[in-house]
Nanobody
Framework: QVQLVESGGGLVQAGGSLRLSCAAS???????MGWFRQAPGKEREFVST????????SYADSVKGRFTISRDNAKNTVYLQMNSLEPEDTAVYYC??????????????????????WGQGTQVTVSS
C-alpha cells in the first residue's frame, strides 16, 4: 500500500510563500496525486491535482495562479509551491493518492472521497 507524509507547513505572513512536500512510500506508479485542505469548521476541499506523468494538472479557482503542483516520480514526492499566500489559505493541507484512470482525471479528481490514500496533514497558517 501507499503511505504519504506531508511536510513544509508553517507560519507565514500574507504575501509570503511555502513549499509543501508529500513523500510517498510504496508503489505509486500510475497514481494520480492531489492536495486538499481543511480549515476549521469547514469541509475538506480540493486544492490541486496532478496525474502520474505530471502533464495534467488542475487547480481550485481560489488558488489558480498562486499555487503550483509538481511531482518527481524518481523521488516519489509531490510538491505544492504556494505563493502570494492569503489568510484564507490557512488550513491543514493533506496529500492524497489514487490509482490513475481517465475517469478519475476527467470527472473525480477534485473529490476527496475518491482518494484512498492520505497523509496526516501539515498545518499552514497565514497571518495578516
Amino acid at each position: 500500500q501507499v503511505q504519504l507524509v506531508e511536510s513544509g507547513g508553517g507560519l507565514v505572513q500574507a504575501g509570503g510563500s511555502l513549499r509543501l512536500s508529500c513523500a510517498a512510500s510504496g508503489r505509486t506508479l500510475s497514481y494520480a496525486m492531489g492536495w486538499f485542505r481543511q480549515a476549521p469548521g469547514k469541509e475538506r476541499e480540493f486544492v490541486s491535482t496532478i496525474n502520474w506523468s505530471g502533464g495534467i494538472t488542475s487547480y481550485a479557482d481560489s488558488v489558480k495562479g498562486r499555487f503550483t503542483i509538481s511531482r518527481d516520480n524518481a523521488k516519489n514526492t509531490v510538491y505544492l509551491q504556494m505563493n502570494s499566500l492569503e489568510p484564507e489559505d490557512t488550513a491543514v493541507y493533506y496529500c492524497a493518492a489514487e490509482r490513475e484512470t481517465i475517469y478519475l482525471l476527467l470527472f473525480k479528481h477534485c473529490v476527496p472521497s475518491e482518494y484512498h490514500y492520505w497523509g496526516q496533514g501539515t498545518q499552514v497558517t497565514v497571518s495578516s
